[in-house]
């Protein structure tokens, strides 16, 4: 696959509706392959909306996406103008990971299985390679010893470790969280922010949806502050946390900090 | 297996208890020659000048039911006789009149009825049968519906909706006419065509494809409902889950959606087996032999009004049967949660 391009992942004037409410606001953001970026902003601001939108869980009512400098897709007012074929498509979204914010593993299938399901059936992938690669993974998230039980029986921390190692599973470029700490008791969160961390080190190019200030300041080469379906302000961690521009960053950082 | 054995013990002594006293009291109870050597002696000699003969005077039935058997002889020409006996552990009760002969007769119904000594096709056999497939077909045809009912596809959608409204809008025993008789007579052919044959038998098993054919078209559009309350009731987040990890609609189906449904559906469909075993009785309008056909035979033929009261134990007896399978079944796809 070529690797001359540009961004990994860029979006213009990207807008959303549902019906009369506009959630994104003409949206552009340009990511490098290998950077991290975190989003925040109070609830409601469409932060979830538009990484949910990047990978085609919704779909975007105007704006360009494109991944490896592709025109991915073209929409204006809710009819696509462009995009790639449908197989091409398909190939590239593989390139994006996702981790939900309720874990979405499924109940049904062990946490092996669960990291090994969509190899085996996407990537018709063996299964004995795919349960190989699953068992590192697991190991890397440090659940090694859960492989056979369901996730019923795993903790809210545990289950998001099982969920990054299934997005990691499909060998993604880019992992997009969606507020992957917000469901968990606070002392699991730590556990999950580590293999972030971790991740984080490996050069993975990473959109993270969240509200741990701390993590974003450490892990973050970029934060944006979304609020309204804009783009507020963006800048490095060090901008945003210390010398915020914007009025409304300055409200909500005070109001995240004095919580 | 060890676990399974310690969390279901209760219920496995009462089993063995039970298995093992139906083999003590089958073993317990007289042979059938024993029953006929009680027989008067003027019945014994027509017995044994029947045996130099190819003209039989004496018919003789004898019916077994693991615990308990019957024996009822009777004779034809001039001198008409009839005698009845009963064998329970080990002891032989003549049944021509009093409390033994109501004993005698329901052994006898039931022994009929359960279709002991006839093919899968006839009696409580038939009933069973009838009922599991119509279940299994049903539950195909059901998901084929409810995937048509929950697609975007409006044609897909709307063709579902109708073949719902018009099998759960209509009686059951007239599609039943209507595929038995209506729908050969427009296309021309027989139900016993499929066997190539015109005999007795022939027809026979056609009626009861036919009867397999209406019960499943009918039974798919309530399972249809059954089905897709299943699917829906799954969390959005479970197909979100999928198409993030790049699985097609069909895959999310097959692999994540439907087998979580599954287990949902399994009380339901529960009911609906008990709903459609108890309509299986509707076959007596196209001559199947089942349970209810062969009560009302025996009502009809020999005046017997008990008859109904065995044929109403059987039919508790198979819900109750079923109603543990289904619950064993819930158990073992319940394992994850």
Known sequence: ?259 | MKAFCKKYSRQLIIIAIIIVAIIILGILKPSRETLLSHTSPEMQKMIEADENSTRKRVTVTYNSLFIINYASLSTSGANVMSEHYVGFLGKVYPADEGPMKVVGQMVNYTYRMLGTGENLMHGAKLTILLTTLTVLFGLLLGTVLALGKISKKKVLSKISSAYIFFFRGTPLLIQLFVVYFTVPGIFGFAWRDLFNSSDAEAVYKGAFVAAVIAFALNSGAYCAEIVRSAIQSIDKGQFEAAKALGMSYGQTMTRIVIPQSIRRMIPNVSNEFIMILKDASLVFAISLMDITTISKNIMTSEGSYLVFIPALVIYLVITALFGFVFNKIEKKFSVYE
Do not use: W
Not at chain 1, 7 to 30: A, N, P
Not at chain 1, 183 to 212: Q, R, S
């Open chain 1, 1 to 259: 696959m070529s690797e001359n391009y540009e961004y990994i992942l860029k979006t213009e004037h990207v807008s959303k509706r549902f019906g009369t409410l506009e959630v994104l606001k003409d949206i552009s953001l340009s990511v490098k392959k290998g950077e991290v970026i975190c989003i925040i902003g109070p609830s409601g601001a469409g932060k979830s909306t538009f990484l949910r939108s990047l990978n085609q869980l919704e779909k975007i009512t105007s704006g360009k996406i494109f991944i490896r400098d592709e025109l991915f897709l073209h929409r204006e007012n809710d009819h696509t103008i462009d995009r790639l074929p449908r197989e091409k498509q398909q190939e590239l979204l593989l390139e994006m990971g996702m981790v939900f914010q309720r874990f979405n593993l499924f109940p049904h299938k062990t946490v092996l299985q669960n990291v090994c399901e969509a190899p085996i059936v996407v990537k018709k992938e063996k299964k004995e390679e795919a349960e190989a690669r699953a068992r590192e993974l697991l190991d890397r998230v440090g659940l090694s010893d859960k492989a056979d039980e369901y996730p019923s029986r795993l903790s809210g921390g545990q289950q998001q470790r099982v969920a990054i190692a299934r997005a990691l599973a499909m060998n993604p470029e880019i992992m997009l969280f969606d507020e992957p700490t917000s469901a968990l008791d606070p002392e699991l969160v730590g556990d999950v922010l580590n293999v972030m961390k971790e991740l984080a080190t490996t050069g993975m190019t990473m959109l993270c949806v969240t509200h741990e200030m701390g993590f974003a300041k450490e892990v973050a080469d970029r934060v944006l502050f979304m609020a309204d379906g804009i783009i507020a302000e963006e800048g490095t961690p060090g901008e945003i946390f210390t010398n915020p521009k914007a009025e409304r960053t300055r409200n909500f950082l005070n109001a995240i900090l004095e919580a």
